[in-house]
């Protein structure tokens, strides 16, 4: 089992700045293919970004390619979700989930966080 708690979401102004992060816990966290889901309202949940389980692979949605980045700290068992030059469009709750697989599905991921609220201004 695999636990996963999303943090760092809230208000921001169009172009600002937020930093997600979502600690993992679990024996074998750190062995995981991490991602960063979407869901705004009524709308589908949509991949954001997606990391290797060493960090060596990155992979990023082309709606937030060059402002998003997806890195990991395996020694804090943190996956971090770096987002700038926001838009009111990236507004949505933004999911952490763990997998075993590289891969944009959502389906692919077992485990899921609860999900931070990422709300931005225009």
């Known amino acids: 089992q695999v636990q996963l708690v999303e943090s760092g979401g809230g208000l921001v102004p169009a172009g600002g700045s937020l930093r997600l992060s979502c600690t993992a816990s679990?024996?074998?966290?750190?062995?995981?293919?991490m991602g960063w889901f979407r869901q705004a309202p009524g709308k589908e949940r949509e991949f954001v970004a997606t990391?290797?389980?060493?960090?060596?692979?990155?992979l990023i949605a082309d709606s937030v390619k060059g402002r998003f980045t997806i890195s990991r700290d395996n020694a804090k068992n943190i996956i971090y979700l770096q987002m700038n030059s926001l838009k009111p469009e990236d507004t949505a709750v933004y999911y952490c989930?763990?997998?075993?697989?590289?891969?944009?599905?959502?389906?692919?991921?077992?485990?899921w966080g609860q999900g931070t609220q990422v709300t931005v201004s225009s």
């Open positions: 990391i290797s389980s060493r960090g060596s692979s990155t």
């Open positions: 989930a763990a997998g075993a697989y590289y891969s944009v599905i959502s389906t692919s991921y077992t485990y």
């Open positions: 679990g024996r074998t966290s750190v062995s995981y293919v």
